[in-house]
């Protein structure tokens, strides 16, 4: 019987006749209570005569980590705000912040766990599922995963994860994986994400980390490939800021780079609109200028001893002796070897930005201070994603923007409670033997991907073809690659072949390949810690608290693979039943608190609970004119050592920011860039310019960007974000390709026409919108919409026919694994 999920003022049969009209309420301008009558009405005087609770949970529209007041009346959800507790929503939240309440009510999701009935699988094939208890879906996975391991192939269980939480649910993959002894447990979507940027970061500063950024008082941003005011993250704290930065005094000015007219770059002060892959080499001339014309930070690069800048364009070699590093190493190597001959006219030529332009960036960046350099997928999504990050990233170390106050910094870890058991005592003899060993990962990591950290794109192309062997069983959490990794089809044949168990709470496209669905709740029904991402570089987590009882038979992730565990024969079972559960590990994790207390007052697991989050301000570190200090109590007085600093902060080998990366000097390393990419092994470790390389056989560069309603593919059923999918040209139910009419136009094709747009590895169909704010060799076609399943609206949403994933040529950057999303070329022709 299904759960009554709504009260006697509206029933649940007319509650699902409002909420198909909401898509039509967006589109046609008028608010929902015009649409529907009094029911709104209705609802609010209902709720005036009863109590109405509030709950502190976190949004899950995207990886903010937004916290939110949930208001609830007789159970159900009416509202939610932005929670004025929570540090990054300060009681504000983004368009899509206030939909979750249609998440949690969206009609198509699962009611419960589900079995498949049909053998055969694809598009067409309706899985016929049936539903089965928690009992016998548990009972299956974990018998099967206990018939993998008793025959030795263990390895052939592979769980991929997308964009985890914390300690409760992502947090718990390694330790699952290390018991049951496979290698594939978890591999993650970072090299489908911006693994690209961290691994630049790597390579000069010793942090594999996303940076925080102290925005409130830089006085210039210098931003490449990275739509903050669209889906850079925090979305919603980036809203807030930029209305603070762009009216205080002095006003932070704004240079925004990227290969069409958006949000971000139509709102700065200067745009440059670059040819796709070309941001190193604009960044590399940038820094020749800040060289050449001394304007680089002396108190923290560094400066010649006799105080004469040398640095000058087509002169001889610079012998290192003649210059006093100071927390830089390399500059005058990285001069002689790259940067004396990367002069703004070369790259003018590479980026058709003018010299004029490049120089005057130059100027601003260096001489209006504090300023920073963010950068993200958009210059790393290519063949030579790394090399371009690395150049970017550098130009923060030539103006003194590292740990300084409005500049970049690294986040802080939370201090979390121990948890009650140790994996490591509960290791069998099965998980420890070297025979484990042998079997590399699916992905080829650290084998064929010797640098990279993950190669989820290339699980299904691998397992098909039996390299390194064939999988058995696959396991998906918050990831979709069906349809959002290159060459997305390739899934669809992979999948075919698998035993395959989704536990997305909707019916995506992973479910309809599905072998077993084991539902998680939506968000406002879990008990989940979220730490968050790089914000303002101070510790901080965040608790989302149930708001309403499960609506339906769906069960918590974290507790699913915990009761998978405890099945499991032997320790590993034994680890399991003595963790527990969820709530026990959140517990667990809370008591951290009880010595370090936030400034919220949390100190418990329930204040915890009550406030939503737990933070410790200030971030502990500051670079202040070419010195390091740590905060005292009182303020940034204790001066830090050398070793401080590269303990803390700057952790590479020489404890220095690395023009020339000590990481890359391993032999392995230098021999496998040599191989992947032809830079001499003597040159690898320099930030450089290396031509990218396009794929795909077509004419066109193909961008897909993402979209502030794009919530990562979460919103693709909810018609109130498709009736705003595309605000810059339009778009809703249809999202339209951005074709330049000069283009468009030699290729006879008109505004609104239907086009095909082609590559090497498939065709999608779309409707071509003239747009003059993209580059006439670029199209751009936001991956939002296309699908084939997750609901009744997300299926209506057919323009584009697919996804755009699915024309995307899967090769990746070779340092970072990280996918080349940007480097297919496509042609498109009038259908």
């Known amino acids: 019987m299904k759960p009554d999920i709504l009260n006697n003022v509206i029933s649940r049969r007319r509650f699902l006749q409002v909420s198909g009209l909401t898509g039509a309420a967006a589109a046609s301008g008028l608010t929902l209570e015009q649409i ?75 009611k419960g766990p589900m079995k498949r009935t049909n053998p055969k699988k694809g598009r067409n094939e309706d899985p016929k599922f049936v539903p089965i208890s928690w009992d016998e879906a548990l009972n299956t996975v974990a018998s099967r995963l206990q018939n993998l391991r008793d025959k030795g192939e263990s390895h052939r269980f592979a769980l991929l994860e997308g964009r985890g939480w914390g300690a409760s649910d992502a947090g718990l993959h390694g330790t699952f994986g290390k018991l049951y002894g496979s290698p594939n447990v978890a591999i993650g979507h970072s090299a489908t994400c911006a693994d690209a940027s961290k691994k630049a970061k790597l390579l000069l500063d010793g942090n594999y980390s996303y940076n925080a950024y102290d925005y409130a008082h830089t006085n210039y941003m210098l931003i490449l490939g990275a739509n903050f005011l669209e889906a850079y993250r925090p979305y919603n704290t980036n809203l807030q800021v930029w209305g603070h930065i762009r009216t205080k005094s002095p006003k932070t000015k704004v ?10 770059i139509s709102a700065a002060d200067r745009a440059l609109v670059i040819k796709p892959g070309t941001d190193g080499a604009l960044a590399l001339a940038i820094a ?35 210059f006093n590093e100071k927390w830089t190493k390399g500059l005058i190597e990285w001069w002689n070897a790259e940067l004396k001959d990367r002069t703004p006219k070369w790259a003018a030529g590479i980026t058709t930005i003018a010299e004029r332009e490049i120089v005057a960036v130059a100027r601003e960046l260096a001489t209006t ?66 025979d484990r060993k042998k079997y590399p990962r699916v992905d080829l990591v650290k084998k064929d991907w010797l640098m990279a950290s993950n190669q989820s794109q290339a699980v299904a192309a691998n397992h098909l073809a039996g ?27 992979a999948l075919k072949t698998l035993f395959v168990i989704d536990t997305s ?20 029904e879990r008990l989940q810690d ?44 034994e680890y399991y039943k003595a963790l527990g559960g969820t709530e026990n590990i959140l517990k667990h994790l809370a008591k951290g608190f009880e010595e370090k207390p936030g400034d919220n007052g949390v100190n418990s697991f329930e204040s915890w609970k009550e406030k939503g989050c737990w933070f410790k301000k200030p971030y502990l570190w500051r670079q202040v004119r070419g010195e390091f200090f740590e905060w005292d109590g009182a303020g940034y007085n204790k001066p830090m050592t050398p070793e401080e600093v590269k303990k803390r902060l700057l952790k590479t080998a020489s404890g220095k920011f690395e023009f020339k990366a000590s990481y890359l000097e391993n032999e392995k390393y230098a021999a496998y860039i040599n191989k992947h990419l032809g830079v001499p092994v003597e040159r690898v470790g320099f930030p450089q310019w290396i031509e990218p390389k396009f794929y795909g056989g077509g004419d066109l560069h193909f961008i897909s960007p993402k979209l502030p309603l794009q919530a990562e593919g979460r919103t693709g059923n909810l018609p109130h ?111």
Request: charged share 20%; hydrophobic share 40%; with cysteine.
């Open 288 to 322: 020749h200028v800040i060289l050449t014309e001394g304007l680089w930070d002396r108190n923290f690069a560094g400066d010649f001893k006799d105080g004469v800048n040398r640095f000058k364009a087509g002169a001889a070699t610079l012998d290192p002796a003649d």
């Open 255 to 264: 240079t925004a780079v990227d290969v069409h007219w958006n949000t971000t």
């Open 36 to 110: 529907t009558g009094n029911v709104a009405a209705e609802a609010k005087a209902a709720a005036a005569e009863t109590k109405t609770v509030i709950t502190k949970n976190v949004c899950h529209q995207c990886p903010a980590r937004c916290g939110i007041d949930v208001y609830t009346t007789d159970g159900r959800v009416h509202a939610i705000y932005g929670s004025l507790e929570s540090p990054i929503s300060n009681g504000k939240l983004c368009p899509k912040g206030y939909l979750g309440a249609y998440l949690l009510y969206d009609p198509d999701r699962f």
């Open 530 to 573: 979220a730490p968050i991402y790089p914000f303002q570089g101070w510790p901080m987590t965040t608790l989302r608290v149930p708001a309403v009882k499960p609506l339906y038979d769906t069960k918590v992730y974290g507790d699913t693979l915990i009761e998978i565990g405890k099945r499991i024969k032997g320790p590993m079972g």
């Open 467 to 493: 390299k390194p062997y064939k999988l058995d069983t696959i396991m998906f959490y918050m990831t979709a690659p069906i349809y959002s990794a290159p060459e997305a089809r390739k899934w669809e044949e």
């Open 369 to 434: 201070k504090p300023a920073m350099v963010l950068f993200e997928r958009g210059p790393t999504a290519h063949s030579n994603g790394v090399y371009n990050g690395m150049a970017i990233h550098a130009l923060n170390a030539l103006i003194g923007s590292m740990y300084a106050e409005g500049g970049l910094m690294n986040q802080m870890g939370v201090p979390y409670g121990k948890l009650p058991v140790k994996p490591d005592d509960y290791m069998d003899d099965y998980a420890k033997s070297e």
């Open 721 to 831: 974000a498709a009736a705003i999918a595309q605000p810059v040209v339009g778009g809703r139910k249809t999202v339209y390709l951005e074709i330049h009419p000069q283009t468009a136009k030699k290729r006879g094709i008109g505004d609104g026409d239907r086009v095909r747009i082609k590559s090497s590895v498939g065709s999608i169909e779309a409707v071509a919108r003239y747009y003059q704010g993209v580059r006439p060799d670029t199209v751009v076609l936001p991956n939002i919409h296309g699908h084939w399943a997750q609901g009744r609206w997300a299926r209506q949403n057919r323009l584009p026919t697919g996804s755009a994933s699915e024309i995307i040529v899967n090769q990746s950057e070779p340092i970072s694994g990280l996918a080349a999303y940007y480097a297919t070329k496509v042609t498109v022709e009038r259908v």
């Open 505 to 524: 709470p909707f019916p995506g496209e992973i479910a309809m390949f599905a072998d077993l669905v084991l539902p998680d709740h939506t968000y406002l």
